[in-house]
């Protein structure tokens, strides 16, 4: 089915300069771009963002990177997006990523580690909505 996917480019991508770079990978892999913004969170905002890590030890330390500068939130969408995005980006840990993959390539740690994606359908929608209004998302433009 067609899905969407939450794409943050992180802080450490916009510092190193590889928006485009790392957006050329995700549209060459076939994802449609329906939004994005460039925007900094501030520290409430990554926490609210991640609130499902809230527990965890490295909480602090995730949402005062992740407020650290200017993100890139993007909407994709693609047939089996969650799952596609998942597999380009690489693993969460870059030294565990597989080759060819974008974490691989450019991510420096676990914590900085160049871009986010969604992990289900339905926190693809809830992050989605976290960044955009449904009216600042593109419909799916007719062939
Ligand atoms: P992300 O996909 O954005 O979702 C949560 C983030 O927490 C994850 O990518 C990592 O960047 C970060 N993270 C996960 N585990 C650790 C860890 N052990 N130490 C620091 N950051 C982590």
């Known amino acids: 089915a067609t899905e969407r996917t939450l794409a943050i ?14 957006l050329a990978r995700i549209q060459d892999a076939g994802f449609a771009v329906r939004a994005l913004k460039m925007i900094t969170l501030s520290k409430r905002e990554a926490e609210g963002f991640y609130a499902v890590h ?23 969408e ?7 995005f998942r597999t380009l980006i690489g693993a969460t840990n870059p030294d565990e990523a597989d080759e060819g993959t974008i974490r691989a390539d450019f991510a420096d740690s676990i914590s900085t580690n160049i871009v986010h994606g969604s992990d289900s359908v339905g926190n693809g929608q809830k992050e989605a909505s976290y960044f955009f209004a449904e009216h600042e998302i593109v419909a799916n433009r007719a062939a």
């Open 9 to 22: 480019l992180k802080p450490d991508c916009v510092r190193k300069e590889l928006i485009g770079t790392v």
């Open 54 to 76: 809230e527990d965890k030890p490295f909480f602090d330390e995730l949402t005062d990177f992740m407020s650290s500068g200017p993100c890139v939130p993007v909407v994709l």
């Open 78 to 84: 693609k047939e089996n997006a969650i799952a596609d």
